[in-house]
């Protein structure tokens, strides 16, 4: 399913909203530092097949590995010629500089900010047929179960210090419980264990999740942003059982650093638009996702803000990688 949906996104056409670039120039590349099918890429996808009127091609080339710190720094090592652009995510922009005992880049000052993309909350999700076993249908159910049969559970993720790492730890700590955490090599073999049942629970992106969470092999228990999603009646927020749980996923556009200001405009000019355009805003919405686009200015101040808030998160949850 998953593989369909990238196939269809990345071939998907788009109508004639602008001149496109000139014929033979150079293609742009945009480097996910996340493996092809997770959220991240297909958003990617998406755009960068809306964007093409006012920019021509863009090539996206998957770099992932080191919770995104492989991608991330390829782009903080680029030419900065505006030609090579990245995703900035909450894990490479926000959690890593603590979490690593040693960076490849400076998320402060490697990068210059283009604009943000989506900001979406992550879900606590268990399969439907586990739950079902366990005759779990609802946080407080988990919770119960948790505590009765200690150090029983396993949560998975997509890496190790990812978000969905990050929040599992957070809400052992928060919620007095312990589950082993099991790492995957991205969002989507870490959904696919899930619902295999080499795992009990995750808490991944929600744009990752959604179209299981639909399909019913995934049953949603909470969702980590402060308050209760939209997409979502009647799932609560952790913060409703653990006062202050918040820890969204959002995901941007930059560039290197010394990129020139008028490049960094004519990009932000072409990403904005086509963000904001109606056939992009229904792909994502496909992934309960919302096209959140910005100035440069304002993402790179809410870059610095979630590296602060961050640093205090990580440092409360004890991990070091």
């Known amino acids: 399913m998953q593989r369909r949906t990238l196939l269809r996104y990345g071939m998907a056409g788009i109508a004639p909203l602008g001149s496109a670039a000139q014929a033979g120039a150079q293609p742009l590349r945009l480097i ?15 755009l960068t ?9 863009v090539q996206v080339e998957n770099q992932a590995g080191a919770g995104g710190n492989w991608g991330a720094n390829a782009v903080a090592k680029a030419v900065p010629d505006g030609l090579t652009l990245g995703i900035a995510a909450t894990a490479t922009h926000a959690i890593n500089p603590w979490l690593y005992r040693r960076m490849p880049y400076d998320a402060a000052h490697d990068f210059a900010a283009i604009t ?18 366990l005759n779990i249908r609802s946080l407080a159910d988990l919770l119960v179960y948790a505590h009765s049969h200690p150090d029983k559970l ?14 599992g730890a957070l809400f052992q700590q928060q919620a007095g419980l312990a ?5 995957y090599r991205g969002a989507l073999p870490a959904q696919l264990a899930l619902l295999a049942d080499e795992v009990d629970f995750n808490i991944d992106n929600l744009a990752a999740a959604a179209p299981n969470i639909r399909a019913g092999r995934l049953l949603a228990l909470a969702v980590t942003s402060t308050a209760a999603s939209p997409a979502l009646p009647g799932v609560p927020p952790l913060s409703q059982h653990f006062k202050g749980f918040a820890m969204d996923s959002w ?19 072409a990403f904005a638009q086509a963000l904001q355009a109606s056939d992009t805003r229904a792909q994502f919405a496909a992934l309960w996702a919302e096209p959140e ?22 440092q409360a949850s004890g991990i070091k990688i």
Do not use: C, K
């Open 49 to 57: 097949a809306q964007v093409q009127p006012w920019l021509g091609p």
């Open 293 to 314: 686009p910005s100035t440069p200015e304002q993402f790179a101040t809410f870059m610095a803000q979630e590296r602060a808030r961050y640093q205090r998160v990580v």
């Open 251 to 269: 995901w941007g556009l930059v560039a290197p650093a010394g990129t020139p200001p008028a490049r960094i405009a004519q990009l932000h000019r």
């Open 154 to 167: 396993r949560y998975g993720s997509g890496g190790n210090g990812s978000a969905g790492h990050l929040a």
């Open 116 to 133: 943000h993309m989506v900001r979406v909350p992550n879900v606590l999700v268990m399969s439907a047929t586990r739950a079902r076993r």
């Open 179 to 183: 589950a082993l955490h099991v790492p």
């Open 32 to 46: 996910v530092p996340y493996a092809v099918g997770g959220p991240v890429d297909l958003t990617a996808r998406i």
